[in-house]
């Protein structure tokens, strides 16, 4: 009897491993009973929680989904602009399945042709988003808008990804290059850009310059006239003042003002080094403080 006892045990262990399912967290199930989908009376499709199920053995099977969300990787391609410029985009996809019933109808429950089919939709909206766009706003300003505008597309288009029972989460540009043909023209473009806007800095700058010149010449002619204005003014009152100076002197003393000016004269006259030949007749008044006084 013992030895029929450990054969039962393992058969009966056999039917329960048959009979008995269990779906983990993060998963879903789809029942297949003899290999169709297994559905409800509203002719949806069954979906199984996580948690401990009962299956007929070998009449229904359990096809496991991944519920998680999923990353798509692209690779990169050419896309062209609204500028019919080339530009070599690298992106990524997040996603994860909506409805676990239209996603295997659709894809059969094969994550190689759901990926498939996602990435020639993504490629589709982003070559429509880009196409729409210019190089500047892809590369600088709008790149967030390309993106959420992807993302809203495949999720809520007529060709979106709701057939597929996906739901698209995000979906990210990593890179965008320019091929090199394109990105030669662009940087020839953007150096003769910088050229024109230094040369127009330039024009702007003597410009300025030459008023600025202009103004300080002017401040100077102004200022050099009337400090030679006033310095004139300041010489003739000198030179009033010091003949007036000189008119009273002469006044009060007119014989030892002239007697002074004689020697000045003398002085000048026969100073050391000075070779001058003067013919004056023996009276003349020249020499009036040089004769003997008379009697």
Request: no cysteine; net charge neutral.
């Amino acid at each position: 009897m013992r030895r029929f006892l450990f054969p039962i045990i393992i058969v009966i262990a056999f039917i329960l491993f048959q009979l008995i399912i269990v779906v983990q967290e993060g998963q879903r199930g789809i029942m297949l009973r003899f290999n169709k989908v297994q559905r409800d009376s509203d002719n949806k499709v069954v979906v199984y929680e996580p948690g401990l199920h009962f299956k007929i053995p070998f009449v229904e099977q359990l096809k496991v989904l991944d519920a998680r969300i999923q990353t798509l990787d692209g690779q990169e391609d050419r896309f062209v602009t609204v500028e019919k410029k080339d530009l070599l985009v690298d992106s990524y996809v997040k996603w994860k399945i909506s409805d676990f019933g239209q996603f295997y109808t659709s894809t059969g429950g094969d994550y190689l042709k759901a990926s498939d089919l996602l990435r020639r939709k993504v490629n589709d909206r982003l070559r429509s988003e880009i196409g729409s766009r210019t190089i500047k706003d892809i590369v600088s300003g709008s790149r967030g808008e390309l993106m959420a505008g992807a993302q809203k597309s495949l999720n809520t288009g007529e060709d979106g990804t709701e057939r597929l029972g996906i739901e698209v989460v995000d979906v990210r540009v990593k890179q965008i290059n320019l091929p090199n043909e394109v990105s030669s023209s662009i940087y020839q473009r953007m150096q003769a850009e910088r050229a024109a806007v230094a040369r127009e800095h330039r024009s702007q700058g003597e410009e300025k310059a030459e008023f600025i010149r202009a103004e300080v010449d002017k401040k100077v002619t102004l200022i050099l006239a009337t400090a030679n204005k006033k310095s004139d003014e300041l010489r003739g009152a000198g030179d009033a003042e010091a003949a007036k100076i000189y008119a009273d002197a002469f006044n009060q003393e007119p014989e030892f003002y002239s007697f002074v000016r004689s020697l000045k004269a003398y002085e000048e006259s026969f100073a050391e080094g000075k070779n001058n030949l003067m013919i004056l007749k023996p009276d003349s008044g020249f020499f009036r403080f040089m004769k003997a006084p008379t009697e």
